[in-house]
């Protein structure tokens, strides 16, 4: 029996799946949210009316009097306004790191500096935590990136009395590489004990949980004021995902094709047996090693790296999907108009990101397991560059109403990307190799953290053409999308165990599309 069939067998009750997926996959989520998003509530820049002249601050009354409107501008133009002594920061008794820290009018490039680094952090973690989980096992890299993720957070909160801007930035970009690492890793360890026909559930509450953790920021934003606590509940969330983490055991598949150990997987089944209440007699169990090619044995890291030239299939399916994760990202964070863009109230305009993404899924629901995986990532990215194609139309609608043309295709279009999104995941798991899996899976998402930091400088694009943005848009979205029919179809089948079977999935990908045409 293969691998995969014993998961198939044991598993193929929904009971372990949902388990996991509702205490150790969607905790995390929840809380990667709050580490990517958090920070514009808890580290908000001033806004418009947010600040007010102190009542005997005559320089500050004089300098105003021409400006009947507290703005940004009247505030940054006067060197001679000083904070505490001509103005004060009216937040209703919120606080912010950005205001403490003074990353306002000649700092500003700090605060948005400090945003990039943190994307910048990601990337690093990444590049080191995917060959540890595939090197020592997925549970030794995830307690290891989450205990640096919660270091990280302790000192990213500490007052501002008691610290400094550096260390606080450096605790950032730590946050994002232990964070990143944690959530990628997760993800491959819970879809690797799922049944094959229930892989797609996994994705899908992937994305209730990203969608649930947007609820949580809006509740914690609205009644937790002061930054520093509010900072500190993702790592709160992240300590009890590590307790619950613990009771679980290791990823079979990683025990039986990279650790190679036949015992150890049997101890990783038995655990799913009796959580399941199945009666599979696991000690009797024969598992199947396929017939392996002198480079399928144990695999050190410099050796591993080599095998993405030796079998260029693999090498070219990890450019790809780094590709298109970069392409997702960069609309998914760049896109101007977005849920969040149609209220001026930040917590409304999360409350809408929600409701969007969450319409999302309900997309996904229904291609998942109905299309095959090449055509439906093919499908939500050729959507999305219709929708940013057609927003060019020049259509207008009434004043009155509180959307327009624009707005309504561009929102259709940011939707296709989130469904897209999540398919190139599922379709990027099932395709690489057990081996290699958690490497590929990094260095795809390295591609989205490059694609999130570009995404903050798509409003450089819009300044210089509107037109212009809805075309490179629709037209990334579109090659995204013709890239995946380049990757091989993975629906109902079973992943590839090491780098040669990948090159055999390519082979039976070319004489399917061969005897289609």
């Given at each position: 029996?293969?691998?995969?069939?014993?998961?198939?067998?044991?598993?193929?009750?929904p009971t372990v799946v949902f388990v996991l997926l509702l205490i150790v996959f969607n905790i995390p989520q929840q809380a990667l949210t709050l580490l990517n998003v958090g920070p514009n509530l808890y580290g908000f820049m001033p806004y418009k009316g947010?600040?007010?002249?102190?009542?005997d601050s005559v320089t500050c009354l004089t300098?105003?009097?021409n400006n009947t409107v507290l703005t940004r501008d009247t505030l940054c133009g006067n060197a001679s306004l000083k904070l505490g002594t001509d103005f004060v920061w009216d937040t209703d008794g919120r606080t912010s790191y950005a205001i403490e820290y003074g990353l306002y009018c000649e700092r500003e490039w700090i605060y948005t500096m400090t945003n990039s680094l943190y994307f910048v952090g990601a990337m690093i973690g990444l590049s080191i935590g995917g060959p540890i989980m595939d090197i020592y096992g997925r549970k030794p890299g995830l307690y290891l990136s989450i205990s640096v993720t919660m270091l990280a957070i302790v000192i990213e909160v500490l007052p501002t009395s008691i610290t400094y801007l550096p260390v606080f930035i450096l605790a950032r970009m730590v946050i994002g590489a232990g964070g990143h690492v944690y959530f990628s890793g997760i993800q491959i360890y819970v879809l690797e004990s799922f049944p094959t026909k229930l892989r797609p559930w996994g994705t899908l509450f992937y994305a209730f949980s990203w969608n649930f953790g947007y609820l949580l920021l809006v509740f914690y934003g609205y009644y937790i004021k002061t930054w520093n606590i509010l900072a500190a509940m993702p790592g709160i969330m992240l300590f009890v995902s590590l307790i619950l983490l613990r009771f679980f055991p290791e990823s079979p598949k990683h025990e039986f094709i990279n650790a190679r150990s036949l015992e150890r997987t049997k101890t990783s089944l038995r655990w799913f047996a009796k959580f399941n209440r199945s009666s599979f007699d696991i000690d009797s169990l024969v598992l199947e090693y396929e017939e392996k090619e002198e480079s399928e044995h144990e695999l050190n890291f410099i050796e591993s790296i080599k095998e993405f030239v030796k079998y260029g299939e693999?090498?070219?399916q990890t450019v790809i999907l780094a590709y298109q994760w970069c392409i997702a990202s960069f609309l998914y964070y760049g896109f101007t108009f977005s849920w969040s863009r149609l209220s001026d109230n930040l917590y409304i305009g999360y409350l809408y990101a929600a409701i969007g993404d969450t319409l999302s899924v309900v997309i996904k629901f229904g291609i998942m397991f109905v299309?095959?995986?090449r055509l439906s990532v093919f499908g939500s990215y050729g959507a999305a560059g219709a929708a940013f194609f057609?927003?060019?139309?020049?259509?207008a609608f009434p004043k009155s109403w509180a959307i327009n043309w624009e707005q309504l295709w561009c929102l259709g279009g940011s939707l296709c990307v989130a469904t897209a999104w999540g398919m190139v995941f599922l379709h990027g798991v099932e395709a690489a190799p057990t081996t290699h899996r958690a490497k590929i899976n990094?260095?795809?998402?390295?591609?989205?953290?490059?694609?999130?930091?570009?995404?903050?400088?798509?409003?450089?694009?819009?300044?210089w053409s509107k037109t212009g943005t809805f075309l490179i848009f629709g037209m990334l979205s579109l090659t995204a999308g013709s890239l995946g029919l380049r990757m091989p179809e993975t629906k109902g089948v079973f992943p590839p165990a090491t780098a040669p079977d990948v090159r055999r999935s390519y082979k039976k990908r070319d004489g399917h599309d061969k005897a289609s045409a």
């Open positions: 029996m293969k691998i995969d069939e014993a998961i198939d067998t044991i598993n193929g009750k947010q600040w007010r002249c102190l009542s300098q105003t009097l693999m090498g070219k299309v095959r995986r057609i927003a060019i139309a020049p259509v990094s260095y795809a998402s390295f591609g989205a953290r490059i694609g999130a930091i570009c995404g903050t400088q798509a409003s450089w694009i819009l300044n």
